[in-house]
């Protein structure tokens, strides 16, 4: 099975402008979910969806917002982009049963000047 | 406050040696624990899940989980340089599906 893909791999934005980032799962897994890494707070969940819908929302401002297709690729996009929003994106698919694995994506590297 | 806590290291051992790393969580209601390795400039690649007390191995590794004192542990045997990485706990908590990830402990294999 092809693993969890996501484009672009890099991006290089300024301030103010916004970002969409894609997300394909593995065949067969209906959930997404998504996480920022950055040096200072680690890992952290961003939102998760399963079968078009957001099932779960992490602490992030409302310029952080996602959707789910029928085929279950996800995108998320950052409106009026910070400096602070430069990370490491990842996804990262699952069955979306409680206890299911998720298995992450390469991840998009933003950086924001 | 943070949910999940890992010594940070970094943690050296010598190659063929047992590295030891360790988590504790403070969410007695978490269900689901994974640990992911992380290379430098890659994403987590998942290693072990566990879920119900005791051990479960794999290979040359090895998870432990005490839900009574909190704690998850994850042993690795024959340690080789390739290891090196940072290796990520992960918690899951109640009826939620997102992972709660704790600093990340930085481990070298020497050789």
């Known amino acids: 099975k092809a693993g969890v893909t996501q484009t672009p791999r890099y991006l290089i934005k300024t301030r103010g402008q916004q970002v969409t980032l894609s997300c394909s799962p593995i065949?067969?897994?209906?959930?997404v979910s998504w996480y920022q890494q950055t040096p200072g707070q680690g890992l952290q969940f961003l939102f998760e969806y399963f079968s078009e819908t957001q099932r779960n929302k992490g602490n992030f401002p409302g310029r952080f917002s996602g959707r789910q297709f029928s085929n279950s690729r996800s995108e998320m996009n950052v409106s009026t982009l910070e400096l602070g929003d430069s990370a490491l994106y990842l996804c990262a698919s699952s069955l979306g049963t409680r206890e299911e694995t998720q298995y992450f994506g390469p991840g998009t590297r933003l950086l924001v000047l | 406050q943070k949910e999940v806590e890992q010594n940070s290291g970094p943690l050296s051992v010598p190659e063929g040696a047992i590295a030891s790393l360790n988590c504790t969580y403070s969410d007695r209601g978490s269900q689901s624990f994974f640990w992911y390795r992380q290379y430098s400039g890659k994403s987590p690649e998942l290693i072990m899940s566990i879920y119900s007390n005791g051990d479960k191995e794999d290979g040359r590794f090895t998870a432990q989980l005490n839900k009574a004192s909190q704690y998850v542990s994850l042993l690795i045997r024959d340690s080789q340089p390739s290891d090196s990485a940072t290796y990520l706990c992960a918690v899951t908590s109640g009826s939620a599906r997102q992972l709660t990830f704790g600093s990340g402990t930085q481990l070298t294999v020497l050789p």
């Open positions: 065949s067969g897994h209906r959930s």
